[in-house]
């Protein structure tokens, strides 16, 4: 509790301005409109001069021309009705999209989609207006160079330098399009082959061409191309077949035009699968191999491509969810002996939901020994999440490699580890790499892209438009590739977004804690321990993205397992759109399942290390959060995102474990003319069922009903003091305390209504139906904890009128108080009072206050000072009153 209330502190509380860290995050703080929109006046400024310079430019195009929009149009009932039509639909809008899921802020680590850069959202925006079209380079001329720019810096950052021919990249729309053209260029480029054979076999025009000879690795020598098998013919190294066009033109002395006419008539893209196999006595189908992490666009691709979703060969797991070598050799052979083509190795760095990074310089060595037997394939690799890490690892403005280890050792950032350092650094020997932009690049949607490391590879993708290209001028990216119109304002975004930032600066989370060495220490102090370094580096995953699941201790069932480990979730995910519930939401993760078919030892060892047998049958569900939000460096936010999973996870063992029963509720005040009030839950310490701190905000439906809770009320009102009893309520059939919550929340439910505590002769005055508006506060006891907070804590909530305060219960023994105040705090802000928050009263000590040896009621004044944290994280300070003789409604001692 005590993390929660401390101030937030700034960097610059702790370092002075012109330490490096300082300076590393007053830049971040520049970079993004921020999790509070702390940069929205620099934004708004900047859109603005964006939208106003799209404005001048109409203006000025043929400034003579005539405007349509006059002041007699905007003065006429139409004009004015269809503005206040849409000012209506945009004020609608904007209230829904106030329930979409937070990305923005630092408790959102679900999906792998964070916040995006101010100046990736001003490019966009910037260009935006124009509606370029970056199918067609005559519709989108300066947006094209902008994608052709990206293109040079995605390939320089993935590594793909000085070499001939030269790289070359684009922007798709997601990573998926990127996976799939890039399978399509690798299975045209594996076919393509065999059309020149039949070409320069038969057509006179290429007779000069005939003794064209490539390298044969597998007996390490030229060969003449026509006298190739079909086999060699599959397994040509896919540099040499890409130069194959070029060199025979070269040697017929024929253009380009005749070339592809004679050619492309015979090749897979112009005949099909059925009539390509059976020109060419084609009998074995080819086959993909990849993990059993590939992304959903794989059998996507297999279907588009002809080649079939079962022809995608899965690749087993190692322990760490990695792509298996050994399990990679056995089937890499298997092809080998059936003389099965392969077109590709999928290589994933990494993946969304284990964070694994496939050993990709392990292959790229395993694909050099298969050549030498006659087995050769493209390596593709997907590394949408992954691939901007490679920011870390070299200059961002010049060609070179550098450390992972940043040139200010002052500047806390964590190192990559060694293995996935080794792995990164083998990209430049991929064929094809797909990276998002639109993930660790923080660039808006639709920004994929795909970087070839030769870029003549594009060629055999090729589809071209006749009002695409003309008049020779250069060919638009949109002649290349899958998708046809695309938005150049994509490109615009990405391009500005890395015209301004350097390298990224990333933080990582360790999967374990050292108590002494790691827990509770700040960035800049760990950096000074090398064995915790080192540690963190190693024990973490590969690349931000952490992968776990709850159990029980003891517990050995596997459904069980699964059940807390969705409730968990379930909690913790925002999926739905009713108004105003992503603001109970307080961190939100994804879920996922492993299946021991697909994740083999992987999935074992798993189960293992949550005490479930390891042969155990069925799906594991396991949590994931991605760690892409720099914002968790600041002080105290991995404490406090540590602290939300832990009282999830108590919230939801309770829901699933806790036998039904019924429960009371202390009504801190009268019931509203409309039929809100409040409601308390009455805890107990030793019953495991009644261990929360809960407080929910009730409406009772039934008009006869809210007058005779209204009666009842006044009636206590006139009553003294001493003698005075609360309104309490409880749920009429047992249920969890949780679940009745829930439940009333989404359909109404019995309640009976007492004065004072039910007993066998107290019985209830009223029975109706009562449903659940809001729930402040439901939170299950922490029974492992051991010492009362150094001061004591409330929780303060209320709405429009009044303030209640509900006392924060730790330890038994301890006190369970409800109060209503005399008024609300001036200088609390009113949205923290429907929020609810934690306030410490400073001059009160937290454990029970004792007179002569029995706990009392630490109230003891009318006035006191409190403490908060309020809007922005900043620490506040407030004064509350308690003077009216019916502000103490309940006071009683929790010791049993």
Not at 48 to 59: L, M, T, V
Not at 130 to 139: H, L, M, R, T, V
């Amino acid at each position: 509790m005590e993390a929660f209330m401390q101030q937030q502190s700034s960097v610059f509380g702790t370092y002075a301005h012109g330490q490096p860290y300082a300076r590393q995050w007053a830049a971040l703080g520049a970079w993004f409109l921020g999790p509070k929109a702390e940069n929205i006046d620099v934004f708004n400024r900047l859109a603005i001069e964006a939208f106003n310079g799209h404005a001048d430019f109409r203006r000025c195009y043929y400034p003579t021309d005539s405007a349509y929009i006059t002041a007699d149009i905007t003065a006429t009932d139409a004009y004015k009705d269809e503005r206040k039509r849409l000012e209506q639909e945009l004020a609608t809008m904007i209230k829904e999209l106030k329930n979409s899921v937070p990305v923005f802020s630092v408790r959102y680590q679900g999906l792998m989609n964070w916040d995006t850069c101010m100046p990736g959202n001003l490019g966009y925006l910037a260009a935006l207006l124009y509606n370029a079209n970056n199918f067609a380079n005559e519709a989108s001329p300066v947006t094209t160079q902008y994608e052709i720019e990206v293109g040079e810096q995605l390939c320089e950052m993935l590594g793909f330098i000085e070499t001939q021919p030269a790289p070359w990249g684009h922007i798709t729309s997601c990573g998926s399009i990127a996976n799939i053209e890039a399978l399509w260029a690798c299975r045209n480029i594996k076919y393509y082959p065999f059309c020149v054979q039949k070409a320069l076999k038969e057509r006179k025009e290429l007779a000069r061409a005939r003794d064209f000879t490539v390298y044969v690795p597998r007996i390490q020598k030229e060969m003449k191309l026509v006298d190739l098998s079909n086999w060699d013919l599959l397994n040509l190294d896919i540099d040499k077949t890409v130069a194959i066009p070029d060199k025979v033109m070269k040697m017929s002395g024929i253009s380009v035009d005749t070339y592809t006419k004679i050619v492309d008539d015979n090749n897979l893209a112009s005949l099909g699968w059925y009539d390509f196999m059976e020109m060419y006595g084609l009998k074995k189908s080819p086959v993909i191999l990849a993990p059993m992490s590939m992304h959903y666009s794989g059998p996507k691709a297999a279907t588009l491509l002809g080649i079939g979703q079962r022809n995608i060969i899965g690749v087993e797991f190692d322990k760490n969810a990695r792509m298996d070598i050994e399990d990679l050799k056995i089937k890499l052979e298997n092809c080998l002996k059936s003389k099965t083509p392969v077109i590709s190795v999928v290589v994933v760095i990494s993946t969304v939901e284990e964070s694994a990074v496939d050993p990709l310089a392990d292959i790229v060595e395993l694909r050099e020994q298969y050549r030498e037997k006659g087995l050769d394939f493209a390596i593709n690799v997907d590394a949408a999440w992954g691939g901007y890490f490679m920011t870390m690892l070299q200059s961002p403005t010049a060609n070179r490699y550098r450390s992972t280890q940043t040139d200010h050792a002052e500047i806390p950032t964590f190192s990559l580890s060694d293995y996935t350092t080794r792995h990164l650094m083998s990209l430049r020997n991929a064929d094809t790499i797909t990276v998002d932009p639109h993930k660790t690049g923080f660039c808006p949607f639709p920004a994929g892209g795909l970087c070839y490391r030769n870029g003549n590879m594009r060629g055999f993708v090729k589809v071209e438009a006749a009002v695409v290209y003309r008049q020779g001028t250069s060919p638009s990216v949109g002649i290349w590739g899958v998708e046809g119109s695309k938005p150049g304002a994509a490109a615009a975004g990405v391009l500005l977004s890395h015209r301004p930032l350097p390298d990224h600066m990333t933080m990582s989370q360790a999967a374990k804690f050292i108590e002494e060495r790691i827990l509770y220490k700040e960035f800049v102090d760990l950096q000074k321990d090398r064995d915790a370094m080192e540690f963190l580096k190693n024990v973490g995953p590969d690349t931000l993205v952490n992968a776990f699941a709850v159990n029980l201790k003891g517990n050995t069932n596997l459904d069980l397992c699964n059940k807390i480990t969705f409730e968990v979730f379930r909690r913790l995910s925002h999926t739905r759109t009713k108004e105003d519930e992503v603001y109970r939401i307080p961190l939100i993760l994804r879920s996922s399942k492993l299946h021991p078919m697909k994740f083999g030892v992987a999935v074992k060892q798993f189960k293992e290390r949550l005490g479930l047998p390891r042969e155990s049958e069925g799906d594991l569900t396991f949590l994931i959060n991605s760690v892409i939000n720099p914002w968790i460096a600041q002080p105290n936010k991995i404490i406090t995102i540590g602290s939300i999973v832990r009282q999830t996870v108590l919230d939801a063992v309770g829901m699933l474990t806790d036998e039904p029963d019924l429960h009371g509720f202390v009504s801190p005040d009268i019931i509203t003319d409309d039929g809100y009030l409040f409601g308390d839950h009455m805890p107990m310490f030793d019953i495991k069922r009644h261990q929360y701190h809960a407080i929910a905000k009730f409406n009772v439906p039934d008009r006869k009903a809210v007058l005779a809770i209204t009666a009842k009320y006044m009636e206590q009102s006139k009553v003294s003091s001493t003698r005075r009893k609360p309104i309490i309520f409880g749920n009429k059939e047992k249920s969890g305390l949780p679940i009745f919550l829930e439940n009333a929340m989404n359909e109404a439910q019995e309640m009976d209504f007492y004065v004072g505590t039910p007993s066998s002769t107290n019985k209830p005055f009223l029975t109706t139906e009562v449903k659940v508006q809001d729930i402040p506060l439901c939170k299950h006891f922490d029974m492992t904890l051991t010492e009362y907070p150094a001061r004591l804590t409330y929780f303060m909530y209320g709405n429009k009128e009044n303030a209640y305060l509900s006392h924060n219960m730790f330890i038994n023994p301890d006190i369970f108080q409800v109060v209503k105040l005399d008024n609300k705090p001036a200088d609390v802000p009113d949205i923290l009072f429907e929020h609810g928050i934690d306030i410490t009263i400073d001059k009160l000590e937290g454990k029970p206050l004792k007179i002569n040896g029995e706990i009392a009621d630490p109230l003891e004044l009318h006035e006191y000072s409190i403490s908060y944290i309020s809007i922005g994280g900043f620490f506040a300070q407030s004064t509350i009153n308690m003077t009216n003789n019916q502000a103490k409604v309940w006071f009683d001692v929790i010791d049993r």
